[in-house]
C-alpha cells in the first residue's frame, strides 16, 4: 500500500491517501473484536464447571440454627453464612476459613428478626477448598459449620 502512496505526487493526494488507510485499518480492527474474532481461544478457558452451588445447615450449642452457603462462579466464590433464631440486637463474631487460613472476621448484631448475614467473596482457585465458619454470640452461644466445594 505504501507503494500506492508513493506513486502520489500531491502531498495533499498522499495524505489523503493515508487517513484512508488508517481509517481502513482502525475500522477492520473495530469489526475483528466486535464479531469476536480477536477473542482468545476456547482452550484457554477454565476447566471447572461453570457454576457449582454446595449447601449445609445446622443447630448452634443452644437454639439458634446456621446455613452455609458456596456458590463457586465467574472465578470467584461467594460465602453466605446465616443465622437464625438468635436473640435480636446480640452480637456476634464470626471466623471464615479456607483451607485453614482466615479469610474474615467480623462481628454482627442480629436484626430484630434474630437474624446475622454474612457474605464474603474469595477468588477462586485451583483444586477443592474446604471452607469453616465459627461464630460466637456475646452470651457464648456457639454455632460451627464446614463445607467443601
Do not use: Y
Not at 4 to 17: H, Q
Not at 66 to 76: M, P, Q
Amino acid at each position: 500500500m505504501l507503494s500506492a502512496v508513493a506513486a502520489v505526487r500531491c502531498p495533499r493526494e498522499r495524505n489523503d491517501i493515508v487517513r484512508m488507510q488508517t481509517f481502513t485499518a482502525i475500522a477492520a480492527g473495530a469489526t475483528l473484536a466486535a464479531t469476536g474474532l480477536l477473542a482468545p481461544p476456547a482452550a484457554a478457558a477454565p476447566r471447572v464447571p461453570a457454576e457449582v452451588e454446595r449447601e449445609t445447615t445446622g443447630t448452634c450449642s443452644a437454639s439458634a440454627r446456621w446455613d452455609l452457603n458456596l456458590e463457586r462462579e465467574f472465578g470467584v466464590i461467594d460465602i453466605g453464612f446465616e443465622i437464625d433464631g438468635a436473640t435480636p440486637g446480640e452480637r456476634w463474631n464470626v471466623v471464615v476459613k479456607r483451607n485453614g487460613s482466615q479469610v474474615l472476621k467480623v462481628s454482627r448484631p442480629a436484626d430484630t428478626e434474630g437474624e446475622v448475614d454474612v457474605d464474603h467473596i474469595v477468588r477462586d482457585r485451583s483444586g477443592s477448598d474446604r471452607f469453616t465458619v465459627r461464630a460466637m454470640s456475646t452470651d457464648g452461644q456457639l454455632c460451627r459449620a464446614t463445607l467443601r466445594i
